[in-house]
């Protein structure tokens, strides 16, 4: 079919698609909430033995913030003083239960948000210089989210504050009471850097740098208010040390211009009316220059309510690809809501002709649409499939990016233990996209081979086939926050290393690929037969002890994962982990003893929550363990647990917006979105995609090339949660799993459910998704 039937094809569809919704009452964005994520789960059962004393728990670290999808801008609310608090694991702006407000922000973020700056509060009355923000307790009622869009009402000010974003700029909008008391305060957090206010509409600054954590978007602002200042001035965090009341440690200069410093900002006094409300738009970039420049250009006039549409048109297209049917309001809300949060990663950097800071801080113009880098131990686990079904031309863009850093650094990016990278470019050369994937093999090998590196501990791993731990002797005991973690990355790598033997395979390098594939058995150098787990071993092969599994090894022999966790880190080769096991039914015994030994840990891992047993569903190390009785004969235990978690690991507290431990940039939304939909990529290299239990009646994925995956659960409930039978295209299907090449051109998945488990389906020897090992 040419392009042009495709395009029309593709409208075609849409416009269907939306008018089933549009039937319904309500579109997909409607249905999305950007709180979801923001909150932790409240049931003691679900959540372990974390947070220690005095630290908060952890919630899913989403923001609610407006922003487009892979937006490098994000409008968002600020209710965590960052410097001054326990921070849940990285810096985060927002958790859903504080209940005051301290700031706004208006895109130069970094990876979660935290770094965002420069901070924005509308105050009427007394302000105190930050980082003792002035804060407002705020109506939790009248709180609303929704994509492109938040807004918050300020109580303790009487003042409302909304937040709209384009691809480069914010928009905020605060509507004060009638007073001549009304302030703006724009801070630079922590470091600060330089602000200078211009005319009476402007203040623009320069963010002090931060390395690798300088902001994507540029440390360069500029701020532009609707209104005339009345009255302005400067201020900044001095370096006294005078204690009792803080008298010397701050400096503010009314009427000044420029000021340069810890915490540099300025104040911006207003006489308003509470029917003429004071808006703000902001851009960033690698200059002033450029900041103006997309300012212009995104941000004409100071129509709130316009670009407001727009942002929520930008999502509505992409939410449209999948329609459902059926299941309850908050299972819609909660399946649109993480499908939501799923593109949270990567984040634009430049479009096509603009201006960027590459990965060594050179300036380069963009000749394609350039993205950050993509965290791989994170989404690389399932987001980047996600991608590849619905943006296979976003997903080109993004290897191209990766790519283009390599040739920047010299190495591929890597995140924590291992290469996944190869996850990204295998998946998306099986899924059909096209690339130099030549090109990008160089580099991936590189990773693997030589140990100057990116891999860390590489020159052992070649000489020995697996790596060493240590206990640390700053920390001997659990939750062990220093080590090697050797043990994790022996698997990580031998899962990268069968990804690199298929990769090196079709591109026709044999030697490669037979070095690699018997790498990838590496994993059963740190299998102890005895204990039936992995486990570290120390320089002498010795194995470590004490062993407990139900520890948290937290960065010890294990990586964010207990030893129970870390044993089905294996999802390139499970016939062959059945077989170390002692085969089907002793592996079948195995899952099913993860799932209900109780967690009682002496140690706490801080994001380890969401618990079902062992298995810890806040974290990404064993997020795929229960869809691998698919391996085993027993799919219909894949098909219960599989709703379970999606029953009482997301929305199950007070709020309903909840999540075990941490979202990680949109990993743990796109288990939900993948899961609800009745599939899961165990392993995102290869294109093999294994059933759960859909909780909609109908889905209809609108796949980037145009065609529709459908699948339908007849006769289901949350009882009729088990798959009775199953035909694709009309014909007869026993196969718990089926491949891309199945549904590539289209395919209706006809799924019958009852409310008992049938053994009988989808067992077989001959049902088994593939492995690394040939049957046992």
Same mark, same amino acid.
């Given at each position: 079919?040419?392009?042009?039937?495709?395009?029309?094809?593709?409208?075609?569809?849409?416009?269907?698609?939306?008018?089933?919704?549009?039937?319904?009452?309500?579109?997909?964005?409607?249905?999305?909430?950007?709180?979801?994520?923001?909150?932790?789960?409240?049931?003691?059962?679900?959540?372990?033995?974390?947070?220690?004393?005095?630290?908060?728990?952890?919630?899913?670290?989403?923001?609610?913030?407006?922003?487009?999808?892979?937006?490098?801008?994000?409008?968002?609310?600020?209710?965590?003083?960052?410097?001054?608090?326990?921070?849940?694991?990285?810096?985060?702006?927002?958790?859903?239960?504080?209940?005051?407000?301290?700031?706004?922000?208006?895109?130069?973020?970094?990876?979660?948000?935290?770094?965002?700056?420069?901070?924005?509060?509308?105050?009427?009355?007394?302000?105190?210089?930050?980082?003792?923000?002035?804060?407002?307790?705020?109506?939790?009622?009248?709180?609303?989210?929704?994509?492109?869009?938040?807004?918050?009402?300020?109580?303790?000010?009487?003042?409302?504050?909304?937040?709209?974003?384009?691809?480069?700029?914010?928009?905020?909008?605060?509507?004060?009471?009638?007073?001549?008391?009304?302030?703006?305060?724009?801070?630079?957090?922590?470091?600060?850097?330089?602000?200078?206010?211009?005319?009476?509409?402007?203040?623009?600054?320069?963010?002090?740098?931060?390395?690798?954590?300088?902001?994507?978007?540029?440390?360069?602002?500029?701020?532009?208010?609707?209104?005339?200042?009345?009255?302005?001035?400067?201020?900044?965090?001095?370096?006294?040390?005078?204690?009792?009341?803080?008298?010397?440690?701050?400096?503010?200069?009314?009427?000044?211009?420029?000021?340069?410093?810890?915490?540099?900002?300025?104040?911006?006094?207003? @006489?308003?009316?509470?029917?003429?409300?004071?808006?703000?738009?902001?851009?960033?970039?690698?200059?002033?220059?450029?900041?103006?420049?997309?300012?212009?250009?995104?941000?004409?006039?100071?129509?709130?309510?316009?670009?407001?549409?727009?942002?929520?048109?930008?999502?509505?297209?992409?939410?449209?690809?999948?329609?459902?049917?059926?299941?309850?309001?908050?299972?819609?809300?909660?399946?649109?809501?993480?499908?939501?949060?799923?593109?949270?990663?990567?984040?634009?950097?430049?479009?096509?002709?603009?201006?960027?800071?590459?990965?060594?801080?050179?300036?380069?113009?963009?000749?394609?649409?350039?993205?950050?880098?993509?965290?791989?131990?994170?989404?690389?686990?399932?987001?980047?499939?996600?991608?590849?079904?619905?943006?296979?031309?976003?997903?080109?863009?993004?290897?191209?990016?990766?790519?283009?850093?390599?040739?920047?650094?010299?190495?591929?990016?890597?995140?924590?233990?291992?290469?996944?990278?190869?996850?990204?470019?295998?998946?998306?050369?099986?899924?059909?996209?096209?690339?130099?994937?030549?090109?990008?093999?160089?580099?991936?090998?590189?990773?693997?081979?030589?140990?100057?590196?990116?891999?860390?501990?590489?020159?052992?791993?070649?000489?020995?086939?697996?790596?060493?731990?240590?206990?640390?002797?700053?920390?001997?005991?659990?939750?062990?926050?220093?080590?090697?973690?050797?043990?994790?990355?022996?698997?990580?790598?031998?899962?990268?290393?069968?990804?690199?033997?298929?990769?090196?395979?079709?591109?026709?390098?044999?030697?490669?690929?037979?070095?690699?594939?018997?790498?990838?058995?590496?994993?059963?150098?740190?299998?102890?037969?005895?204990?039936?787990?992995?486990?570290?071993?120390?320089?002498?092969?010795?194995?470590?002890?004490?062993?407990?599994?139900?520890?948290?090894?937290?960065?010890?022999?294990?990586?964010?994962?207990?030893?129970?966790?870390?044993?089905?880190?294996?999802?390139?080769?499970?016939?062959?982990?059945? @077989?170390?096991?002692?085969?089907?039914?002793?592996?079948?015994?195995?899952?099913?003893?993860?799932?209900?030994?109780?967690? @009682?840990?002496?140690?706490?891992?801080?994001?380890?929550?969401?618990?079902?047993?062992?298995?810890?569903?806040?974290?990404?190390?064993?997020?795929?363990?229960?869809?691998?009785?698919?391996?085993?004969?027993?799919?219909?235990?894949?098909?219960?647990?599989?709703?379970?978690?999606?029953?009482?690991?997301?929305?199950?507290?007070?709020?309903?917006?909840?999540?075990?431990?941490?979202?990680?940039?949109?990993?743990?939304?796109?288990?939900?979105?993948?899961?609800?939909?009745?599939?899961?990529?165990?392993?995102?290299?290869?294109?093999?995609?294994?059933?759960?239990?859909?909780?909609?009646?109908?889905?209809?994925?609108?796949?980037?090339?145009?065609?529709?995956?459908?699948?339908?659960?007849?006769?289901?409930?949350?009882?009729?949660?088990?798959?009775?039978?199953?035909?694709?295209?009309?014909?007869?299907?026993?196969?718990?799993?089926?491949?891309?090449?199945?549904?590539?051109?289209?395919? @209706?998945?006809?799924?019958?459910?009852?409310?008992?488990?049938?053994?009988?389906?989808?067992?077989?020897?001959?049902?088994?998704?593939?492995?690394?090992?040939?049957?046992?």
């Amino acid at each position: 079919m040419g392009r042009s039937l495709v395009a029309t094809a593709a409208v075609l569809i849409g416009s269907h698609v939306s008018a089933i919704a549009q039937s319904n009452g309500r579109e997909p964005v409607d249905e999305a909430n950007p709180l979801v994520g923001t909150a932790p789960l409240d049931r003691k059962e679900l959540i372990g033995n974390a947070p220690p004393p005095g630290e908060p728990l952890y919630s899913g670290i989403t923001s609610p913030g407006a922003r487009l999808p892979h937006g490098a801008v994000e409008a968002a609310p600020v209710n965590v003083n960052i410097e001054q608090t326990y921070p849940t694991g990285v810096a985060t702006p927002y958790y859903y239960p504080n209940p005051t407000m301290i700031g706004f922000t208006g895109g130069g973020g970094a990876t979660y948000g935290g770094g965002a700056q420069p901070i924005l509060m509308p105050i009427v009355g007394d302000w105190t210089v930050p980082p003792v923000y002035t804060q407002s307790y705020y109506d939790k009622g009248k709180e609303v989210a929704a994509p492109g869009y938040y807004s918050v009402y300020l109580d303790s000010f009487r003042t409302r504050a909304e937040l709209t974003a384009s691809r480069w700029t914010s928009l905020m909008r605060f509507t004060f009471p009638t007073t001549d008391r009304a302030h703006i305060i724009l801070n630079l957090p922590l470091r600060g850097g330089e602000v200078e206010i211009v005319g009476d509409r402007m203040v623009r600054g320069i963010a002090a740098r931060r390395g690798d954590h300088d902001a994507p978007d540029g440390r360069y602002f500029v701020a532009e208010f609707s209104h005339p200042f009345s009255r302005f001035g400067t201020f900044r965090k001095s370096g006294g040390n005078n204690r009792g009341y803080g008298i010397g440690d701050k400096e503010v200069v009314p009427d000044a211009r420029w000021i340069a410093g810890s915490y540099a900002g300025s104040y911006l006094d207003f @006489t308003t009316r509470a029917d003429a409300p004071i808006l703000v738009r902001m851009a960033h970039g690698p200059s002033y220059a450029d900041a103006e420049r997309r300012l212009r250009a995104e941000s004409v006039g100071w129509d709130f309510d316009s670009m407001r549409a727009q942002a929520r048109q930008a999502w509505g297209r992409l939410l449209d690809k999948v329609q459902v049917t059926g299941g309850s309001p908050k299972q819609r809300m909660l399946f649109y809501s993480t499908l939501f949060q799923s593109f949270a990663s990567p984040r634009l950097v430049a479009r096509k002709g603009e201006n960027f800071a590459d990965s060594k801080g050179r300036m380069q113009t963009a000749t394609y649409d350039r993205y950050g880098p993509v965290p791989f131990w994170d989404t690389g686990r399932n987001q980047i499939v996600l991608l590849e079904l619905l943006e296979p031309d976003v997903v080109r863009d993004i290897m191209q990016s990766e790519l283009d850093m390599a040739r920047e650094r010299g190495f591929m990016n890597t995140s924590f233990h291992g290469d996944n990278a190869v996850f990204l470019y295998l998946g998306a050369a099986r899924r059909g996209i096209p690339f130099d994937y030549a090109a990008a093999y160089e580099f991936l090998r590189r990773n693997a081979t030589d140990p100057k590196g990116p891999r860390g501990y590489l020159a052992e791993y070649q000489k020995n086939g697996w790596i060493s731990d240590v206990v640390p002797d700053e920390d001997p005991s659990p939750p062990y926050s220093g080590g090697k973690a050797g043990t994790a990355k022996t698997l990580e790598y031998a899962w990268d290393d069968h990804a690199m033997a298929e990769f090196a395979e079709m591109l026709g390098h044999r030697e490669d690929a037979r070095l690699f594939r018997t790498r990838a058995a590496n994993y059963r150098n740190v299998f102890h037969r005895k204990t039936g787990f992995m486990r570290g071993r120390t320089a002498d092969g010795s194995w470590i002890a004490p062993f407990d599994p139900q520890e948290p090894y937290y960065n010890f022999m294990m990586k964010e994962a207990s030893g129970w966790s870390t044993l089905w880190l294996v999802p390139h080769d499970v016939r062959g982990l059945s @077989t170390l096991l002692g085969g089907r039914d002793a592996f079948n015994a195995k899952l099913d003893q993860f799932f209900s030994t109780p967690y @009682t840990p002496k140690g706490i891992c801080r994001d380890c929550t969401g618990m079902v047993g062992q298995y810890v569903h806040g974290n990404q190390p064993d997020q795929h363990a229960p869809f691998l009785y698919a391996w085993s004969g027993q799919p219909w235990k894949t098909q219960a647990l599989s709703r379970r978690i999606l029953d009482t690991l997301y929305g199950s507290d007070a709020s309903g917006y909840g999540y075990a431990g941490m979202d990680d940039q949109g990993a743990t939304s796109s288990w939900y979105a993948l899961t609800a939909m009745g599939f899961y990529p165990v392993d995102p290299s290869s294109d093999v995609y294994v059933l759960s239990s859909p909780i909609f009646d109908s889905v209809k994925l609108q796949m980037g090339n145009g065609k529709v995956l459908e699948i339908v659960a007849r006769n289901n409930s949350a009882t009729n949660l088990y798959i009775q039978s199953a035909t694709l295209n009309g014909h007869p299907w026993t196969k718990p799993w089926f491949r891309h090449a199945d549904v590539k051109d289209g395919a @209706t998945l006809v799924l019958t459910m009852g409310a008992r488990p049938n053994p009988n389906w989808g067992s077989g020897p001959a049902d088994v998704p593939p492995s690394m090992s040939s049957a046992p």
